[in-house]
């Protein structure tokens, strides 16, 4: 799924969720994925207070989460949202509950939040069975984008990763990352759809997408579902590119359409035990690994990572000035 969400309008968010879960009930479908924070909206929350951020919150069994466990239930299919948590200490987190139609709920904190100070990271992997014999993991948005993660997952079992988003249209410090997309083009999509859809698949899109997501489902032979926000997210534009790959990084399906919307694949499982990123797997020399572990001293939080104008450190080897 990708669709906007209205900024703190949790009841309007979840008349969207529920007309979804029912068209894809209808289409036969098994596991839908909204996008990261869809329950509340995402980027305007940086803006909000603390207080504001705990009034809003809710707890994994509050009213959000258990109105799409019971459409979960009603519908016969596993259905992944995104919400703000609130836990019995007071600490907020950034997560997404997964309702499976036997009423289990899962819940995956985001490793590497950043959205506001007062939201925690997590600090667990989140890999889960479901009634159709296939082990789910979740990653949200950057977790993604840290090659560990998503090997520790495929390691724990996961044979389908769950990859919510709000992506797209983000001003990155990075020279050739991302970069924001004119509010205007969305504003105007209905009369130059073809402007936006331009955008959308381009170096702050899909191009971008292109350069790492297939590579996370090849080298750890997952299927991978990528839901993303799509439109207005404060004042960015999120540029939707919900797509659905198989354990060989082909796109199965895909959409670039400025819109709330929703894309069908059937996962071939099959493909599995046989794909590259699983075989080459198995040859893994864990001993080798042990730097992956080490603390190199300029590790930084996840705020300061992502919104620090410091550059990273590179290595480089001493000169000899006698040459």
Not at 108 to 122: M, N, P, Q, T, V
Not at 233 to 258: C, F, H, K, Q, W
């Amino acid at each position: 799924m990708q669709f906007e969400a209205r900024p703190d309008a949790k009841e309007h968010n979840l008349a969207r969720i529920a007309h979804f879960v029912r068209e894809a009930a209808a289409d036969s479908v098994q596991v839908i994925a909204f996008p990261e924070m869809c329950l509340l909206g995402y980027w305007h929350l940086r803006n909000h207070s603390a207080k504001k951020l705990h009034e809003l919150a809710e707890p994994i069994s509050g009213p959000s989460t258990t109105a799409v466990r019971r459409l979960a239930m009603e519908n016969g299919m596993a259905v992944g949202v995104g919400f703000l948590e609130v836990d019995e200490n007071g600490r907020l987190f950034n997560s997404y509950a997964v309702c499976l139609p036997d009423g289990h709920v899962h819940r995956h904190r985001k490793l590497h939040a950043f959205e506001h100070e007062a939201i925690s990271s997590g600090a667990e992997y989140t890999v889960f069975d479901t009634p159709w014999g296939v082990r789910l993991g979740v990653l949200i948005c950057w977790d993604n984008n840290l090659v560990e993660n998503v090997r520790a997952t495929a390691l724990m079992g996961a044979s389908v990763l769950l990859a919510p988003h709000q992506t797209g249209g983000t001003a990155s410090r990075s020279p050739h990352s991302m970069k924001p997309i004119p509010l205007e083009y969305w504003q105007a999509r209905y009369r130059d759809r073809k402007t936006i859809e331009e955008r959308f698949r381009g170096p702050s899109g899909r191009e971008w997408l292109l350069r790492w997501l297939p590579a996370r489902a090849h080298d750890n032979g997952l299927c991978v579902v990528f839901s993303n926000g799509v439109g207005r997210d404060d004042d960015e534009v999120r540029t939707g590119n919900a797509m659905i790959l198989d354990p060989y990084g082909r796109i199965l399906v895909e959409t670039a359409s400025p819109e709330d919307t929703m894309v069908v694949a059937d996962l071939d499982l099959d493909l599995l035990p046989m794909s590259t990123g699983r075989r080459w797997m198995m040859g893994r020399r864990p001993e080798l690994y042990g730097i992956l572990t080490e603390r190199f001293g300029d590790e930084r939080d996840p705020r300061t990572a992502r919104f620090s104008d410091e550059p990273a450190r590179i290595y480089v080897s001493p000169v000899d000035d006698a040459q």
